[in-house]
Nanobody
């Protein structure tokens, strides 16, 4: 079965940076658009960033635009999320997800990685 595995989460001070990675296995990685989402207990899951299969097109939530950068390396089957100028509002569990062009929903999800920003 297709699997996604996030890594790189941890504790960081406000104003600092953190880089998350997502490794894919058992899927043709370059056929999928990739997205990053985050969720805080008691709140709904929210979109963070996405990148097309080619890596040339990206989208960001307004709350992270200018601070976060999403990228992918199809040769290594990985997608990354570089997070700069972190603040307490960025504290959440971050998930990577994959979808094909024919699907409107992301059907493959990772287990999540915790990001905690100290104030």
């Amino acid at each position: 079965q297709a699997q996604l595995h996030e890594s790189g989460g941890g504790l960081v001070q406000a104003g600092g940076s953190l880089s998350l990675s997502c490794a894919a296995s058992q899927l043709t990685f370059e056929h999928y658009a990739m997205g990053w989402f985050r969720q805080t207990p008691g709140k709904a899951r929210e979109f963070v960033a996405a990148i097309t299969w080619s890596g040339e097109g990206t989208m960001y939530a307004d709350s992270v635009k200018g601070r976060f950068t999403v990228s992918r390396d199809n040769a290594k089957n990985t997608v990354s999320l570089q997070m700069n100028s972190l603040n307490s509002g960025d504290t959440a569990v971050y998930y990577c997800a994959a979808k094909t062009t024919s699907n409107s929903d992301y059907g493959i999800w990772g287990q999540g990685t915790q990001v905690t920003v100290s104030s």
